[in-house]
Each structure stands twice: as C-alpha cells, then as structure tokens.
C-alpha cells in the first residue's frame, strides 16, 4: 500500500458516520468524572490546607525565635574587677 493508497483509505474512514456510542455508556462516563472533579477539588484543598498549616508553622516560629535579631555578640570577655577602685 503506498501513500496515496493510504490517504485515500484514510479519507474512506474519516467521511464515515463516527460509530454509535450505547446509552448506557453515558451515564457511567458522567459518574466517572464526577468522581475525578470530587478527588481533585479534595486534593486541592489538602493541599491549601497543608500550605496554610506550613505557612502557621513557620509565622509561629519566627515571631519565637526571632531569627532577623542580631545575636549578642560573645567575642569580648566581660570585664571584671574595675569597680572596686
């Protein structure tokens, strides 16, 4: 079968009527993707939920901790004795 062969099966086949789907097959395809919406609207929120928790988390341990404070500084040794004269 050459090219032109295969264009023109090709064309037979696209100007066909496309076969009939059975009712019954609706409904089920509808219930399918009602369930696949359900799941991802669910993951979705999980997954906004779970960035929300993160971003608590991460407020309530920076207002503890503090860390855009500068830690006192521990290179010079406390001075000792100078009140006593």
Request: glycine share 4%; charged share 25%.
């Amino acid at each position: 079968m050459n090219r032109a062969q295969r264009e023109a099966a090709a064309r037979g086949i696209m100007a066909q009527s496309p076969p009939r789907v059975p009712p019954e097959l609706y409904a089920d395809v509808v219930r399918r993707g009602a369930r696949a919406l359900r799941r991802r609207r669910a993951a979705r929120r999980l997954l906004w939920l779970a960035l929300t928790a993160v971003a608590v988390a991460f407020a309530v341990w920076a207002l503890h901790v503090r860390p855009w404070v500068e830690p006192p500084s521990e290179t010079t040794p406390p001075v000792t004795g100078w009140e006593t004269w």
